[in-house]
């Protein structure tokens, strides 16, 4: 691909103040994008956008809960009045809380659900609205649902998450079906990274500890490895580059997929 292949594009991110979200974001911007970085973490959101503007990059942030379906509105709203238009969408924000199933409990649950579905979900339906003909953008465009590889393999500890993911790859068919049924010009796929040492990584690995079902986190960290036929971790930029080629015109004739980017431990 074009070293620029996404130039002149517009982007929201979400979850982009780090992070996948933001190696995401920094990737996108490095093949010619403009990036909104959308977080419920305003300081960290606008360093990390910060960082995107010294490289001469149109850039912005706006705070974003994203089960809440009002700020999605503003947001969308802010990304075309700051960009001058938006026609990518990255649905990054998600989180984790790990549980035996004999253990969980009935908020965390709810509250996965809440962000990584509802918030999902919510990101497609504004991103449409805003993407379609005749609205506020109207030029079509692409969304890319963060999934995970625990929606394609049976990992303990992790149920409710792994259903959340599931789901997030369930919404991203119909969504590509509904959009092009309906001839929004809008294509959607999802990513199932593999683990990755970020924050949230990291504390998975060392929760899976706390539960019994590993030693240490290097066990923990080993047992992934072991499962990867590439033999290592996830990196952010392996996410990053694979959003941008979901994003380009390279992929015009790719919508409905998930793509797994998990060094092969979910085949």
Not at 67 to 83: F, G, M, P, R
Not at 98 to 106: F, G, N, Q, R
Not at 160 to 173: E, F, I, Q
Not at 204 to 230: F, M, R, Y
């Amino acid at each position: 691909m074009s070293g620029k292949s996404l130039a002149g594009r517009k982007a929201l991110v979400t979850g982009g103040a780090r992070g996948i979200g933001a190696a995401i974001a920094q990737a996108l911007a490095r093949a010619g994008a403009s990036i909104m970085i959308a977080d419920i973490l305003e300081e960290t959101g606008r360093a990390s956008a910060a960082a995107i503007a010294k490289e001469d990059v149109a850039t912005g942030f706006v705070q974003l809960d994203v089960t809440d379906d009002a700020q999605w509105e503003q947001a969308v709203a802010k990304t075309v009045t700051t960009l001058g238009g938006y026609d990518i969408l990255i649905n990054n924000a998600g989180i984790e809380i790990t549980s035996l199933i004999s253990e969980v409990k009935a908020e965390d649950a709810r509250r996965m659900c809440d962000v990584n579905i509802v918030g999902t979900v919510l990101g497609m339906k504004h991103a449409f609205r805003a993407m379609r003909p005749g609205g506020p953008a109207g030029k079509g465009g692409a969304v890319v649902n963060i999934a995970s590889v625990a929606a394609t393999i049976a990992f303990p500890g992790i149920a409710v998450y792994s259903g959340t993911k599931s789901a997030v790859d369930r919404m991203t068919r119909v969504g590509a079906m509904e959009a092009g049924k309906l001839g929004f010009g809008v294509r959607v796929n999802c990513i199932y990274p593999g683990l990755i040492p970020t924050d949230m990584g990291m504390q998975l690995a060392n929760d899976i500890v706390k539960v019994g079902l590993a030693a240490d986190v290097n066990a923990a960290v080993g047992s992934v490895v072991e499962q990867t036929p590439l033999g290592r971790l996830a990196e952010v930029t392996d996410i990053g580059d694979a959003a941008v080629f979901l994003c380009s015109n390279e992929a015009r004739f790719i919508t409905g997929i998930g793509l797994p980017v998990d060094g092969g431990m979910g085949m």
